[in-house]
């Protein structure tokens, strides 16, 4: 089983700052990984897959970086609707699916 | 607009069964692989399991092997999950989800919580 291990677990930025979020795999998934943006009380939105291609409707401010066991997440320009739980998940090795724990994005 | 739609959540004895439900809409649903993964409230994501599009095969999580079956209407474009012998630790929000290319998921539903307590 592939395990996903998200870093740091909280993320404390402001408006406008850089935010990275960092996801590393147990063994190698190639660029096999999606990324989520998931707000109180809603589902989980896609917001990447194959570790850098942007989903439908994901802003241009988010970007995905990585291959094999180490898989970033930038965002450009913080903007409020930006602050959720992000999640990476691979899916080159399953079952099981496998998610990382989350990484929460606060306002400073 | 793809959609997912679930229903049939509830509170439920240890030992009990539910049936969950996804509606699917706005897409061609006998097209795609169908995922359930659930969420206990204020942690993270796991998968449960995953019917191919034509239901020739099921994939399952191993704590709910032997208990949970998913299952699929085609023709009623509807995506199930029977639960059984249910416990505590299975309270979550169960979503279902498409799966969509190679493994990712897109769209999701809203969520349907099922809460295990005697």
């Known amino acids: 089983e592939v395990v996903m291990t998200q870093s740091p677990a909280t993320l404390s930025v402001s408006p406008g700052d850089r935010a990275t979020l960092s996801c590393r795999a147990s063994?190698?998934?190639?660029?096999?990984v999606a990324w989520y943006q998931q707000k109180p009380g809603q589902a989980p939105r896609l917001l990447m897959y194959?570790?850098?291609t942007r989903a439908t409707d994901t802003a241009d401010r988010f970007s995905g970086s990585g291959s094999g066991t180490d898989f970033a997440l930038t965002i450009s320009g913080l903007q409020s609707e930006d602050f959720a739980v992000y999640y990476c998940?691979?899916?080159?090795?399953?079952?099981?699916?496998?998610f990382g724990q989350g990484t929460k994005l606060e306002n400073k | 607009q793809p959609q997912l739609v679930e229903s049939g959540g509830g509170v439920v004895h240890p030992g009990g069964s539910l049936r969950l439900s996804c509606a699917a809409s706005?897409?061609?649903?006998?097209?795609?692989?169908m995922h359930w993964v659930r969420q206990v409230p204020g942690r993270g994501l796991e998968w449960v399991a995953i019917?191919?599009?034509?239901?020739?095969?099921?994939y399952y999580t191993d704590s709910v092997k032997g208990r949970f079956t998913i299952s699929r209407d085609n023709s009623k474009h509807m995506l199930y999950l029977q639960m059984n012998r249910l416990r505590s630790e299975d309270t979550a929000v169960y979503f279902c989800?498409?799966?969509?290319?190679?493994?990712?998921?897109?769209?999701w539903g809203q969520g349907t919580l099922v809460t295990v307590s005697s």
């Open positions: 989800a498409r799966k969509k290319g190679v493994g990712w998921f897109d769209p």
């Open positions: 706005g897409f061609n649903f006998k097209d795609y692989g």
């Open positions: 019917i191919r599009y034509n239901a020739n095969s099921e």
């Open positions: 063994q190698s998934v190639g660029n096999n």
């Open positions: 194959g570790a850098s």
């Open positions: 998940q691979q899916y080159s090795n399953w079952p099981p699916y496998s």
